[in-house]
């Protein structure tokens, strides 16, 4: 599937597909630089929600979820890059309506390279309210947003 370029505040999803839906509660959150890992990585204290994927022309954006009790947690975001140059991107996340469409601004970490064949990895420590989440990345170049389908409980 061909990907679609999204100004960076206007993120319908109906063109990418989700794999999971599951209950988030609470609220903020902050990048932990230099991450490495998976998006199902949840750690010891925290349980694996679900993720949802966005299928790129030139990789995979996915985004996994982790909470504790009924509070979301973590949410982790990777960038598998199959092919193409190397990028600057900005990985992070966006609190949605059901439609996909950002009512929070989006949060992202700091810039980082994605290259063909490898990961791009960030994770966010954070306690959000209940609610409807997606990952994003940023490109930092073109400023377009690539956004996975919509997760959680809107």
């Given amino acids: 599937m061909l990907d679609r370029l999204l100004p960076s505040l206007v993120t319908p999803t ?5 794999s999971a839906i599951a209950c988030a509660a ?16 949840c750690g010891p204290s925290l349980t694996f929600s679900g993720s949802a994927f966005g299928y790129l022309d030139n990789g995979t954006l996915s985004a996994g979820f982790c909470v504790k009790g009924r509070s979301l947690r973590r949410i982790n975001v990777a960038y598998d890059k199959a092919r193409g140059g190397a ?3 900005r990985l992070g996340y966006q609190q949605t309506n059901s439609s996909g ?3 929070k601004r989006p949060v992202y970490g ?6 063909a064949g ?12 209940s609610g409807c989440y997606h990952g994003i990345m940023l490109n930092t170049a073109t400023r377009f947003q690539y956004v996975t389908k919509v997760w959680g409980d809107c």
Wanted: hydrophobic fraction near 45%; charge should be neutral; charged fraction near 10%.
């Fill in 14 to 18: 109906a063109f990418l597909t989700v």
């Fill in 26 to 41: 609470v609220w903020a959150g902050s990048a932990a630089a230099g991450d490495t890992g998976s998006v199902g990585d």
């Fill in 87 to 89: 990028t600057n991107v």
């Fill in 101 to 103: 469409v950002g009512i």
């Fill in 110 to 115: 700091p810039a980082v390279t994605a290259r």
């Fill in 118 to 129: 490898g990961t791009t990895f960030r994770s966010f420590s954070l306690s959000l309210p």
